[in-house]
Nanobody, 120 residues
Framework: QVQLVESGGGLVQPGGSLRLSCVASGSILSINIMGWYRQAPGNQRELVAHISSSGTTNYADSVKGRFTISRDNAKNTVYLQMNSLKPEDTAVYYC??????????????WGQGTLVTVSS
């Protein structure tokens, strides 16, 4: 069993900042990709950013230059620093991890989501 727990969501004014965190725990042997997706009401879930175990990052065009993803491999934790937030960033943000469990099996794990609301 692998669990991902997100934190850091909330209400922020346009132009403000938030930092999301996600901790992975359970029967983990290793974690490859970690990342963040988001889903706004009426929209499909979309990739925000992801980061490999070696630190290679990839961002959606809509967040480049505003969001920064990072991770602490020792803590099995991924972060998303979100600056210059816009109302269109409002969504439920989901943490994602590509995990190899101690059994040797690989799986994709998801968090329960954390709501980010950007509004004045």
């Amino acid at each position: 069993q692998v669990q991902l727990v997100e934190s850091g969501g909330g209400l922020v004014q346009p132009g403000g900042s938030l930092r999301l965190s996600c901790v992975a725990s359970g029967s983990i042997l290793s974690i490859n990709i970690m990342g963040w997706y988001r889903q706004a009401p009426g929209n499909q879930r979309e990739l925000v950013a992801h980061i490999s175990s070696s630190g290679t990052t990839n961002y959606a065009d809509s967040v480049k230059g505003r969001f920064t993803i990072s991770r602490d491999n020792a803590k099995n934790t991924v972060y998303l620093q979100m600056n210059s937030l816009k109302p269109e960033d409002t969504a439920v943000y989901y943490c994602y991890a590509g995990v190899t469990e101690t059994t040797g099996w690989g799986r994709n794990a998801w968090g329960q989501g954390t709501l980010v609301t950007v509004s004045s």
